[in-house]
């Protein structure tokens, strides 16, 4: 059954590439996001949310390939699941994840160079080391390049100043790079 927030949508053309990717990856991104919340009843909220934000962002997803479309799906299931655990903590149990203000992802601007050298990297290598990254360097990568989040959207979220997201994201890169020449001469 296709949820209502797609149903919604307007424009036929999106209404039904939302409908394919809901029914493409409605397994995966629940299993994703199951194993971060594991109440049923929260799982299917957090799958509504997360549906929400990729509705926003229909033309980014038209524009990316198969790979990086589900890339980016999964990575905006957990990260809405994380979300929901962290707004959790916060406001208790009792709270509603509807009731709690959500958080701002819009796309900011990426550097053009930094866009290149993203689309030119290789991913294979990247997805060999990224078991080995920590969990804080894994966020920022993902953040920053795939959910396309600014500096400032990310430094609220860690409870960091957007400076801070720069180095930080500095030294997750190193790491990244240090872990596939490793691979890479090994």
């Known amino acids: 059954m296709i949820p209502i927030c797609i149903l919604a949508i307007e424009d036929e053309d999106d209404r039904a590439f939302m409908e394919n990717l809901y029914m493409s990856y409605q397994r995966l991104m629940y299993s994703t996001i199951k194993r971060i919340v594991r109440d049923d009843w929260a799982a299917e909220d957090v799958m509504q949310s997360a549906l929400v934000k990729l509705i926003d962002k229909i033309p980014l997803l038209k524009s ?3 790979v990086q479309r589900i890339s980016y799906v999964v990575t ?3 990260n809405t699941a ?3 655990m962290r707004k959790q903590a916060r406001h208790g149990p009792d709270s509603s994840f509807d009731e709690i203000p959500d958080s701002d992802l819009s796309w900011g601007a990426v550097h053009e160079v930094e866009r290149v050298i993203l689309e030119k990297a290789d991913f294979s ?3 060999r080391v990224w078991d080995r990254l920590d969990d804080r360097s894994k966020y920022l990568l993902e953040g920053y390049y795939i959910l396309e989040k600014t500096p400032a959207e990310l430094g609220k979220e860690l409870s960091i100043k957007p400076d801070s997201v720069r180095m930080a994201l500095s030294r997750a890169r190193k790491a990244a790079y240090k872990l596939i020449a490793a ?4």
């Open 76 to 78: 905006a299931s957990r």
């Open 183 to 186: 691979d890479q001469a090994g």
């Open 64 to 66: 990316r390939t198969d």
């Open 82 to 84: 994380l979300d929901y």
């Open 125 to 127: 290598a990247l997805s």
